[in-house]
């Protein structure tokens, strides 16, 4: 029998739909090679363009090409650079910082960028009715924890002042030697006044100034289009002040958010740079093609935490055997391709010479732990009370859970319960403290110890475990008063040294950044917080 | 017809608001907010972030509220984790998307699967009857996921015919149309076969073959209606399902559709996109078993509105 013509007629019709797929043409990386179109997946949908709003690490590559602060960064090592800023004078006690603008610093509508648009960027930033989690960058300026507390009714008091159109003068309440790092960051990044007053009152979120159409920026590119779930398009913005010097013409920030179909994209030339790479390709990787995978130490540490209120981790000796019962240097080995870096303590490798590695270190020890255990009262594990160990779902997680519940049982005779919890559930119980022990993690703000062991000053927002010593309070503060690097850093040991004789939490290692980077990017270095300026990135193909 | 239709869409009035009422108050229950992250958020500015939502008011006041928008004006909100955009917006954004790769992959699970399930039908217990009865298995079987990423790297990544993600060209449909259709085809051709083995046997196809009527005409116009009757009743949730798009599709292809939403908007408890797509999603569900139900009377003449 034959098929019925108008079932012939559609089959004809898929046939000639598939071969004339089957075009072969130039991929977007090599047409981007050509034409100085950078491909980059970001891993996901920003939810906004505010820089004040700004929520991930990945989002901050978009806001890093479209603003720029006071400061930036080298591309090498991240040390601040000028910015808008031009020059800065900092005064005799570390405590204010004056600020010349460039005169040709602009807008992208053409507005020149003022020491007052900064001001009042800070002004927004800290109002009491603007809903932002980033009020703690500003901290350190003198009367802004008040001003944003609702206790300071004056901004002329706060100490970020505009002293005409070209200098801006910052007043602290304290030494911060990282103040110039953390005004290159997007907290401190401006917005345009009029823009954002057009669009509803000045401290209120959401008003939609920052949507494609209305958005005002002044860094080295412009937004073009932003095509919701697919791609954010940035294109050179010629009024930028380094415009001679920008290379790239255009930057098509993707939104892949699955890692593997990122790599297929990378694989078929569609994409420049990954966001991830999926754990099961690093190896292949590493072994076909390691001129195209970056993996680099990255400014963090992964941990748990210990609930210091409740037992039984609130007995000191407990706490040290379960650390000395791990062998960070096998859980990190446990995914070699990872090249994850063994914790000796809370702050990572690399910010100057600063690396902890005094009595308290971090080791391994399983006679040490069970003796620690038994004096504890818990002889062999016995009698230790039912513990979960509870971690925001990712194979990930729950393969170091694995590592750890393993390690604790063999080491301690101690056997905890993993617990596989929801994402939003297991963070919103891990602040409200439900947990005994928490899988936490953080990620420097800034290269500066700092970054780190200010978490866990007594009532800090992030400090889950609560810990509470006045001791390693008082030398994290006086660190900042400080001005000689080596006297500083050998503060910042004897505060590290306390938090890891008191194990409020137990870092167990510090992760590395990967990415898959095709050969053509040039100007793009590995650094410890994997930020990327655009300004002196380029394509060159061989 | 008309007052069958009429009562049916009666009925989907308290349906709808029973899926509205569960659903509303499910999230609501489920611990963790759209303002939950690893970097805990102050609780001043959480405050103020959950004042400019409304949800410091009590549960009932901001039900009824949500239920007088969405009633009067069509108003889904704002969205919780797209600060700058409306649900509304959103779903007016992506709805195009999964509609278009629903509608192609439809296209291609109707034409694989009717020809074949035909086919099957017509060439009963041979050689083709096998060998398609086989790939409509395998078909059903192979998850998308699996069958997805297959397609990408044989044609895309092997061949670089065809782009591994993304929604740009009409090169870019071919795909996740193929992929997701085929699933459907599979089902479609299962249950043509059945049908049509059904219908093939009864008396007036007999007659109409004793009066002479060519095979064409007796499969098209004869017995085709008798046997489309169960793919009918299967098509009615399936396109509603194709229509609002597939999570697995959308993910693996980066494409700006629907489905992609509906899931990740859970996981960000965006309350009020969650709602808008749920309450989109049961809407079309009730239209298109609506619309089952009439194909269904018409192409059966034993069934009558009632």
Redesign the interface.
């Given at each position: 029998m034959k098929l019925p013509s108008p079932l012939r007629f559609l089959c004809c019709l898929l046939v000639v739909a598939l071969l004339g797929a089957c075009a072969k043409t130039e991929t977007a990386v090599a047409l981007g090679n050509r034409t100085q179109v950078l491909h980059q997946n970001i891993g996901g949908e920003p939810p906004d363009l505010d820089p004040q709003l700004m929520q991930t690490n990945a989002h901050f590559n978009v806001l890093m090409a479209l603003y720029e602060g006071l400061t930036g960064y080298d591309p090498r090592d991240l040390h601040p650079v000028p910015g808008v800023a031009q020059r800065w004078e900092i005064s005799a006690d570390g405590l204010a910082y004056t600020f010349h603008l460039r005169a040709d610093a602009q807008w992208s509508n053409g507005d020149a960028v003022t020491a007052r648009d900064f001001e009042f960027s800070v002004r927004r930033m800290l109002s009491p009715k603007f809903a932002t989690p980033y009020k703690h960058y500003f901290d350190i300026v003198r009367g802004a924890e008040d001003y944003s507390a609702g206790q300071l009714a004056d901004f002329a008091a706060v100490g970020v002042r505009a002293v005409d159109d070209r200098t801006l003068r910052i007043e602290l309440r304290q030494p911060a030697p990282y103040l110039l790092f953390l005004l290159g960051s997007f907290a401190w990044m401006p917005v345009h006044r009029a823009t954002v007053e057009a669009h509803g009152a000045y401290d209120a979120i959401a008003t939609g100034w920052s949507r494609p159409g209305h958005i005002v920026t002044n860094g080295p590119f412009a937004l073009a289009d932003w095509r919701n779930g697919e791609e954010i398009v940035v294109k050179k913005n010629p009024r930028y002040w380094g415009a001679r010097t920008v290379r790239l013409q255009e930057i098509h920030f993707h939104l892949i958010e699955n890692a593997d179909t990122e790599e297929r994209a990378f694989r078929t030339g569609q994409l420049h740079l990954t966001e991830f790479v999926p754990a099961t390709k690093l190896a292949i990787y590493a072994e076909t093609a390691p001129d195209q995978l970056s993996v680099a130490p990255f400014f963090s540490t992964y941990l748990y935490e210990f609930n210091l209120a409740r037992p039984p981790f609130n007995e000191p000796r407990v706490r040290r055997a379960f650390s000395l019962a791990i062998d960070r240097v096998q859980l990190a080995a446990s995914q070699p391709q990872q090249h994850l870096l063994a914790a000796t303590g809370l702050v990572p490798p690399g910010t100057d010479d600063y690396h902890y590695t005094g009595d308290n270190a971090l080791r391994f020890d399983p006679a040490e732990a069970r003796r620690l255990l038994a004096a504890a009262g818990f002889p062999e594990g016995k009698g230790f009370p039912a513990t979960d160990l509870p971690f925001d779902t990712s194979a990930r997680h729950q393969h170091f859970a694995e590592i750890l519940q393993q390690m604790w049982e063999r080491n301690l005779g101690v056997r905890v319960n993993l617990a596989n919890i929801e994402g939003r559930v297991y963070h919103a119980e891990r602040v409200q403290r439900k947990y005994t022990l928490s899988r936490g993690g953080w990620v420097g703000d800034y290269l500066d110890p700092h970054a780190f062991l200010s978490v866990h000053l007594t009532g800090g927002g992030q400090n889950v475990a609560g810990y509470a010593n006045p001791e390693f309070d008082a030398l994290v503060r006086r660190a900042l008063d400080q001005r000689d690097r080596a006297a500083r850093h050998e503060i910042y040991r004897r505060a590290e040294d306390i938090l890891m004789r008191d194990l409020p939490i137990i870092p167990l290692f510090h992760y590395t950044a990967q990415h898959l980077v095709a050969p053509s990017v040039r100007g793009r270095y590995p650094n410890l917080l994997d930020y990327h300026p655009y300004q002196g990135m380029w394509l060159e193909s061989k | 017809m008309l007052r069958f239709v009429a009562n049916r869409l009666l009925q989907a009035i308290p349906v709808m608001l029973i899926i509205i009422t569960v659903s509303f108050f499910m999230l609501r229950l489920?611990?963790?907010?759209p303002f939950?992250?690893?970097?805990?958020?102050?609780p001043?500015?959480l405050r103020?972030?959950e004042a400019?939502y409304g949800l410091d008011k009590p549960l009932p006041v901001q039900f009824i509220t949500y239920l007088g928008k969405v009633v009067l004006h069509g108003d889904l909100g704002?969205s919780f984790?797209?600060?700058?955009?409306t649900v509304n917006e959103?779903l007016a954004?992506?709805l195009p998307v999964s509609l278009e790769l629903g509608g192609l992959a439809l296209v291609?699970a109707l034409?694989l699967g009717?020809?074949f399930g035909?086919?099957a039908a017509?060439?009963r217990n041979t050689i083709f009857d096998y060998a398609f009865s086989t790939v409509g298995m395998v078909g059903i079987c192979v998850p998308t996921f699996v069958m997805g990423?297959l397609l990408?790297?044989t044609?895309?990544?092997h061949?670089?015919?065809?782009?591994?993600?993304?929604?740009?060209t009409w090169?870019d449909r071919?795909l996740p149309a193929l992929t997701l259709g085929f699933v459907y085809s599979a089902y479609i051709m299962r249950l043509t076969r059945g049908g049509m083995l059904e219908v093939l046997t009864q008396d007036y196809i007999r007659t109409a073959r004793a009066k002479g009527a060519s095979?064409?005409r007796i499969?098209?116009r004869h017995a085709l209606r008798g046997g489309l009757l169960p793919v009918v009743s299967f098509l009615g949730p399936a396109i509603a399902g194709i229509l609002t798009g597939s999570f697995v599709i959308e993910?693996?292809?980066?494409?700006?559709?629907l489905g992609?939403?509906f899931v990740?908007s859970a996981?960000?408890?965006d309350y009020t996109l969650v709602l808008g797509t749920v309450i989109l999603y049961a809407g079309l569900l009730v239209l298109l078993n609506l619309v089952a139900d009439v194909v269904q009377v018409w192409l059966n003449p034993k069934l009558k509105f009632e």
């Open positions: - | 489920a611990p963790g907010g939950t992250a690893e970097k805990a958020v102050p001043e500015i103020n972030l400019h704002p984790k797209y600060s700058n955009r959103i954004d992506k291609v034409v009717l020809t035909i086919l017509l060439k990423p990408v790297l044609f895309g990544i061949f670089g015919w065809v782009n591994a993600s993304g929604w740009y090169q071919v095979e064409t499969v098209l993910t693996i292809f980066q494409i700006p559709g992609r939403e990740n996981f960000n408890r």
